[in-house]
Structures are given as structure tokens and as C-alpha cells.
């Protein structure tokens, strides 16, 4: 089984809790409120950040290029846009409880950031028929650009399934993925 498909299968419960519990939803459903939409910014904002440190530091220490971390620079860069435009503040984070010691846990963490692409793909289809976000607004991280983003996921999805792991190797990265899904979750 290619490591993509594993990650799939044993990350599928997780995912599912984790959008519904995200205000991504109210997105799709137009029932989004301003307040809620500034909070959804501020999550995924975090989200990323911590798991962007955590990639970084140990890229930096193992002096590991198997992936780049450019698409969730760009994400990262996209959110701050939009929590600008909102008149919002960057939250400074000092502590990160994400944690990133391995290959295998890289790649579970850009499993999950790189998939969550997809669903700005989806969530940019629905945001702009939500009528309690001012419609004058716009949007830098829900305005993908669609080819990139699909190409992005190709291309990481070769270099997952192209690297060895051992079993132990494989239940570090599932565990990254869901630790990486949980961030989704907390606040900020």
C-alpha cells in the first residue's frame, strides 16, 4: 500500500471529526458569521504556524530536503494577508505543541497541510456567496490558485509514496498526521 493511501485510511475518522468541528463548515452551509470567519482565520493561521516551526527546525537540524515547505509559506503569507485586511492581529506564538523529530513525521504533517489545499479549492467556491462576510472583501488564502494547489498535491504525493518506512517509521507518521489534524482543533 503507497504511504498516501495508508495515511488516507488511517487518518479518515480524525478528518472527519476535525471538519466538523471546523467553522470551515458554515462556509459551505453560507452560515458563516464574521466573528466565526476571523476565529476560522486565527485557527488555521496557528495550525499552520506550529507545524511550519516544527517542519523548519528539523529540516534545519537534519539538513533534510525531502520536502519543501514553500506551499504552506504561501499559505501562511495568504492568512496574514486576509487577518490584515480583517483589521486583525497576528498572534505571536512562543510555544508550538507540535513536534516534528523525523521524516516520518514531516511527512504526516504535510499530508494534512498539503490536503487541507483541497479544501480552500472547495471552501473558495462557497465564500463568496456567505453574506454575513462584508462582500467587498478579499480573499488571499480562499482564492487558490486551483492548478497550483492540485500540482502541489501531485508532487508531494510522488515524493511520499517514492520514501521507505518501516512499520515504526509508518505508525510515527500516522500519528504525525493526526497530532496535525488535532492542531486544527485548539485555539490559538
Not at 11 to 23: D, F, G, R, V
Amino acid at each position: 500500500m503507497q504511504l498516501s493511501e495508508l495515511l488516507k485510511e488511517k487518518t479518515t475518522s480524525i478528518h472527519e471529526e476535525t471538519e466538523k468541528a471546523n467553522l470551515a463548515r458554515k462556509i459551505i452551509d453560507h452560515s458563516i458569521s464574521l466573528d466565526e470567519y476571523k476565529t476560522l482565520l486565527k485557527q488555521n493561521y496557528c495550525a499552520h504556524f506550529k507545524v511550519h516551526r516544527a517542519a523548519k527546525e528539523y529540516i534545519e537540524e537534519s539538513k533534510d530536503a525531502s520536502f519543501s515547505l514553500f506551499s504552506i509559506e504561501e499559505k501562511l503569507a495568504q492568512l496574514r494577508m486576509d487577518m490584515g485586511f480583517q483589521k486583525m492581529v497576528i498572534p505571536l506564538l512562543s510555544e508550538s505543541e507540535v513536534s516534528i523529530n523525523s521524516i516520518a513525521e514531516l511527512a504526516g504533517a504535510l499530508y494534512v497541510l498539503e490536503g487541507a489545499s483541497l479544501g480552500q479549492m472547495l471552501i473558495s467556491r462557497h465564500i463568496v456567496q456567505c453574506s454575513s462576510i462584508n462582500k467587498s472583501t478579499h480573499f488571499f488564502f480562499a482564492d487558490p490558485n486551483r492548478t497550483a494547489i492540485l500540482n502541489n498535491w501531485k508532487r508531494f504525493k510522488s515524493e511520499l509514496n517514492a520514501l521507505y518506512m518501516d512499520d515504526k517509521a509508518k505508525a510515527a507518521m500516522v500519528e504525525s498526521a493526526k497530532n496535525t489534524f488535532r492542531a486544527f482543533s485548539q485555539k490559538c
